[in-house]
């Protein structure tokens, strides 16, 4: 399986009985989600996935999903409130409630999001359902009369989205610093950051990051329609991106959304940085042994556009088989690796651009093909030429040799990588690629590998990959 499955931890994964098996059906990053629990609360769960991580040895990765700024509405008087079609409720700030009480007062103390709404602008409720229109802005940035565009229910504290409207509401809040360093603290690996819109949310998380003086990965969720428009800036400062298509659906046409994974898949490959994609992969499997055949498809399409990685939520949180949707993740994974493979015809050569290493991992990749070897093998002290190997999808496993534990784990993140832990007294970089090829019984005598490493010649400043061999044990 060279697609990594990521797993959510909650009351249904949390011990070693279940995790074990789901490290073996391919698990290698565990996300801890914050918006149920702060940070320190996670301690124990970390130490056991560490216990495993030795007892098995797997390396995994820890990532700590940071809340971000989740927009709910307050308490609504008779909750739950059922609408229908065509029925009117108002929205506006908690203070202007008194002067608005022939219909249901929908609260919001968030002034900066009511900001700029408009007559016509569309509003959603809980996951999308019931769906609004509004209908009169009654006090601008204040109070709007809203009108159901369909049937649904409505309660205290339930989340509210005004699809394709942009906000000022910064990403990174005070919980999620707190969440930050405290999650550093319990040994959390990396971290997805929630509605990012621009890489100026990034900024401030990054800059938090600076006195650890150490590599702590940086995911960022895509929730926001606006930021399909930054694309390419906030992948210039992100380790990775995440389709979150839940709140991402209600931001952006639903009918569009594939398109729009498809999109974001691809300009990861681009930037040699992970995609994600995640909400809903096998969501019948919380209640069913089984997953429906769409839910299937919907998998084994994510993995044939090219993502890294596929996140499971509810699915291992609160499931009631959760071990059991790693196995069919691992399962389908088998069948559409297999087909992408072969569809593929060879490594993704690179587009029309002068980057020599994009066209040295092409190359040896193309090697591993036509030597038939048992794959590439490459020393990668910060990671960069596993990540470089990865993006042209070889069909042989690549292994990425580093002295980093830190860098082991974020190597998780990209399709196709086995991290492996150098052995740091040997001082030359391809010695230790040639030791770890002899001394691992993953290659039998006669087996042939294909070896990337950078060796420095006289006028050379800095050390980068500049050479590939074949490689007979």
């Known amino acids: ?12 994964s949390s011990e070693r009985e279940i995790l074990a098996p789901m490290i073996e059906h391919g698990v290698r990053i565990f996300r801890l989600n914050f918006s149920h629990a702060p940070a320190e609360e996670f301690a124990p769960i970390i130490g056991l996935i560490r216990e495993l991580e030795q007892e098995l040895g797997t390396t995994l990765t820890v990532l700590g999903d940071l809340s971000g700024p ?3 509405i307050g308490k609504v008087e008779s909750s739950p409130l059922q609408v229908s079609q065509g029925d009117k409720v108002y929205l506006g700030l908690s203070e202007y409630r008194d002067r608005y009480q022939d219909l249901s007062y929908l609260p919001l103390d968030m002034p900066e999001v009511l900001e700029g709404l408009e007559s016509g602008a569309p509003v959603t409720i809980s996951d999308g359902v019931p769906r609004f229109t509004v209908s009169q802005v009654l006090e601008p940035d204040r109070v ?17 989205t005004f699809p394709g409207k942009p906000h000022t509401l910064p990403a990174f809040t005070a919980k999620d610093k707190h969440d930050l360093h405290a999650g550093i603290e319990v040994g959390v690996d990396a971290f997805a950051q929630s509605f990012v819109q621009s890489r100026q949310d990034l900024e401030t998380l990054r800059s938090e990051l600076t006195p650890y003086n150490k590599y702590i990965p940086l995911i ?9 428009d930054n694309l390419e800036s906030i992948l210039s400062l992100a380790d990775g991106m995440m389709v979150a298509r839940g709140d991402l659906g209600l931001e952006c046409s639903l009918p569009a959304l594939p398109v729009i994974q498809k999109k974001i898949i691809r300009a990861c490959r681009r930037h040699q940085k992970p995609a994600i994609v995640a909400t809903q992969m096998l969501l019948s499997m919380v209640n069913n042994p089984l997953p429906t055949r769409a839910e299937a498809t919907d998998v084994a399409n994510a993995i044939m556009d090219g993502t890294d990685c596929v996140m499971l939520s509810e699915e291992t949180a609160v499931g009631s088989y959760p071990t059991g949707a790693t196995e069919m993740i691992r399962d389908i994974a088998d ?16 587009e029309n651009e002068k980057d020599t290493a994009k066209y040295l991992a092409y190359s040896a990749c193309l090697m591993a093909d036509h030597a038939e070897g048992k794959g590439v093998a490459c020393h990668s002290t910060s990671g960069r030429t596993a990540e470089l190997l990865s993006s042209r999808r070889p069909s042989r496993p690549v292994y990425a040799l580093t002295p980093h534990v830190e860098v082991m784990r974020s190597l998780n993140f990209y399709w196709g990588v086995v991290p492996v832990q150098s052995d740091a007294s040997i001082p030359n970089h ?4 040639e030791r770890f090829v002899q001394d691992s019984d993953l290659f039998a005598p006669g087996d042939r590998i294909v070896l990337t490493s950078g060796q420095p010649t006289p006028g050379q400043r800095e050390t980068y990959t500049n050479q590939i061999k074949i490689y007979a044990k």
């Open 1 to 12: 399986m060279r697609t990594t499955t990521i797993a959510t931890i909650g009351p249904s």
């Open 70 to 72: 989740k927009i709910r």
């Open 144 to 160: 709007f009369l809203l009108q159901a565009l369909d049937y649904g229910i409505i309660a205290s504290s339930k989340g509210i």
């Open 220 to 228: 960022a969720k895509l929730e926001r329609a606006s930021s399909l």
């Open 335 to 350: 069948h559409a690796e297999s087909y992408l493979l072969q569809q593929m015809q060879g490594p993704y050569r690179p």
């Open 430 to 433: 391809l010695e230790r690629v």
